[in-house]
């Protein structure tokens, strides 16, 4: 398995919801990524966890809540959101936090309304 | 993005070659790569190229590093309709703060190709 897998592929959530993003791979990585991309724009690093502890928070706001809980998964829990966080959320995992070749998976296309 | 520079468009015709160019920052960077991107979908690792290489061919890929001038480029030989994507320039950059490195983005060339 080569793959980083993320559901859902497409969320709809008012800004009183709470929702949660998932991410998974099964490729023994041990670092694993939260990125933001608008539209038109390049991916924006959120969170950074190195075996299974958080390493970088890339200042988010805290209505952006991550979770590790074992070494394949990888969550983001969102509560109160607002329309600006409208975006494509990525997940990607590498084997160590200084190794190249990060797989990213194919993310969720979240809209807040 | 902002240390990571790119063109922001490209067209070319289908069976010529293109080459989408980059400007990095960092000269300590041991790592440069190209994502692409296609609409809707996440980022696929094209190529990468490690810092003490001047040259990488893959196929119908080549990737030259300058350093000296901080310039990287992605030649893609004999371009097809399926690489009409957004390719995006990368480079691993040591976040001090945190002790470990972080990837860092070009804005992305949109690449289309004319039938």
């Known amino acids: 398995d080569t793959e980083v897998t993320q559901t859902p592929k497409h969320l709809v959530m008012g800004m009183t919801n709470k929702k949660s993003l998932k991410c998974e791979q099964h490729?023994?990585?041990?670092?694993m990524y939260w990125y933001k991309q608008k539209a038109k724009k390049p991916p924006e690093l959120m969170f950074v966890?190195?075996?299974?502890?958080?390493?970088i928070n890339e200042s988010v706001p805290s209505r952006f809540s991550p979770e590790c809980p074992n070494s394949s998964l990888l969550n983001l829990h969102l509560h109160a959101l607002q329309p600006e966080d409208s975006a494509l959320y990525l997940c990607?995992?590498?084997?160590?936090?200084?190794?190249?070749?990060?797989?990213f998976g194919s993310g969720t296309r979240l809209t807040v309304v | 993005g902002e240390d990571v520079e790119q063109s922001l468009f490209l067209s070319v015709r289908e069976g010529d070659s293109s080459v989408i160019n980059c400007t990095y920052t960092?000269?300590?960077?041991?790592?440069l790569y190209w994502y692409k991107q296609e609409p809707g979908a996440g980022l696929q690792l094209l190529t990468y190229?490690?810092?003490?290489?001047d040259m990488k061919q893959d196929q119908r890929l080549t990737v030259l590093l300058n350093k000296k001038d901080k310039h990287l480029s992605l030649r893609i030989a004999d371009t097809q309709t399926g690489d009409s994507a957004i390719y995006f320039c990368?480079?691993?950059?040591?976040?001090?703060?945190?002790?470990?490195?972080?990837?860092?983005f070009g804005k992305g060339t949109k690449l289309s190709v004319i039938p």
């Open positions: 990607a995992s590498s084997q160590e936090i200084r190794d190249w070749g990060y797989t």
């Open positions: 490729m023994g990585h041990r670092a």
């Open positions: 190229i490690f810092s003490n290489m």
């Open positions: 960092d000269s300590s960077s041991t790592y």
């Open positions: 966890y190195s075996y299974e502890k958080l390493s």
């Open positions: 990368a480079e691993s950059m040591l976040n001090s703060g945190a002790g470990s490195y972080q990837l860092t």
